[in-house]
Nanobody, 124 residues
């Protein structure tokens, strides 16, 4: 049974940092891409970052480039999202997702399995 569990969210001041984790079970990350998405109240779920299993390539939304870094630890079957220089507009529920492909994408329709989400709030 495919399961994804996010953790690491919380309340942080503008300019601060958080590291989100996405722990996978029921499958191995060696063969599947992972995407991070976020959804703010009243807004569509949007792609934030993704990492491919095929070649380790990564992609980022323009709004987070230079501030967020995605990485994977296959030994721990976990993907991380390091978020630096956080802004109030980064406030959202963050989800990780996977699908039946090794190629990452920022498009939510490319993913079949989702975690329950973790809340990130950036506020002074």
């Amino acid at each position: 049974q495919v399961q994804l569990v996010e953790s690491g969210g919380g309340l942080v001041q503008p300019g601060g940092s958080l590291r989100l984790s996405c722990a996978a079970s029921g499958f191995t990350l060696d063969y599947y891409a992972i995407g991070w998405f976020r959804q703010a109240p009243g807004k569509e779920r949007e792609g934030v970052s993704c990492i491919s299993s095929t070649d380790g390539s990564t992609d980022y939304a323009d709004s987070v480039k230079g501030r967020f870094t995605i990485s994977r630890d296959n030994a721990k079957n976990t993907v991380y999202l390091q978020m630096n220089s956080l802004k109030p507009e980064d406030t959202a529920v963050y989800y990780c997702a996977t699908g039946n492909t090794g190629w990452g994408s920022l498009l939510k329709d490319e993913y079949d399995y989702w975690g329950q989400g973790t809340q990130v709030t950036v506020s002074s």
